[in-house]
């Protein structure tokens, strides 16, 4: 009877099917426990190690000793797996700073690839030409004022600072010392070789405008600051105008070198994007307005 009920159970198709699957699942077991996983390879070569070291010396003005350069290159490794390891969890997609690193990497490559020859004199003297405005040496003046405290005066200060106009006109000016007349004030009594923009930045733009074209050797005003009243007399004047070349070589040179450069850059871009379909939706009524971000 029992004989019987074991060879029902073997002609049975339930049983083949488990036979097979765990003779199957013996085999997998086997085969996965003697084959492993191939490892990802990193490779520090000679090449790699001298860069290091020439990176530390650069750093610290000494070659590496050897337990330092042993040091580099492990953390070189450390930087690698993990850049590796970031790379396959997708951390290098939508990042704005690597984005921009990236971008800064193929514009120095090819600024690397696309370095202009030296200028010739030619080339900086129709550069200079070009661009006479960037170059030219604006006029300086130099001057003495006298000051007026409008806060200070008892009585209208600019019949005060008109009284003593006529009288210091009429004295010999080595005589006259700027630094004991009028208000006590922080302003400087004199200033030499100042562009209107120097004396805008400390009087006001005004006061700058008003005693540009005030005579020479002459007291003349008043003329009005941010800071009160002021006699002024241009004591120097030195024209500006386009230096020679050989005066502002090197910063021609550097501008050229940049001007060279930024057109290179352009035209590599141009080329770039001419192989791409650019499409750029912009909403319809977003002129002049700030969209709203949903």
Known sequence: MIRHIFLKFLRDPLFHFLFLGAGLFMVFSLVNSSVSVPAEQIVIDETQVLRLAEQFQRTWMRPPTRQELQGLAEDFVKEEIL???????????????IRRRLRQKM???HADLTEPKPP???????????NK???RRPDRFSFQQIYFNPDKQS???KQKAAELLAR????????VDPNLIGDATLLPARLDGVTQREVANTFG????????????????????SSYGLHLVRITKREAGGLPAMAEIRPILERKWYAERRKEANERF????????DVEIRIPADSAGTTLAVR
């Open 269 to 276: 871009y141009r080329t770039l994007r001419a192989r791409y």
């Open 155 to 157: 009585a209208d200060v």
């Open 133 to 135: 405005d960037r170059f």
């Open 168 to 175: 210091l006109n009429t004295e010999a000016l080595s005589a």
């Open 120 to 130: 010739m004199d030619a080339d900086l003297q129709a550069y200079m030409d070009a």
């Open 205 to 224: 733009r005004g006061f700058a405008e008003d005693i540009e074209n005030a005579n020479t050797d002459r007291w003349s005003g008043p003329y009005k």
């Open 107 to 109: 514009e120095f490559i």
């Open 83 to 97: 850049y590796r390891e970031a790379r396959a969890l997708g951390l290098d997609q939508d990042d704005l700073v």
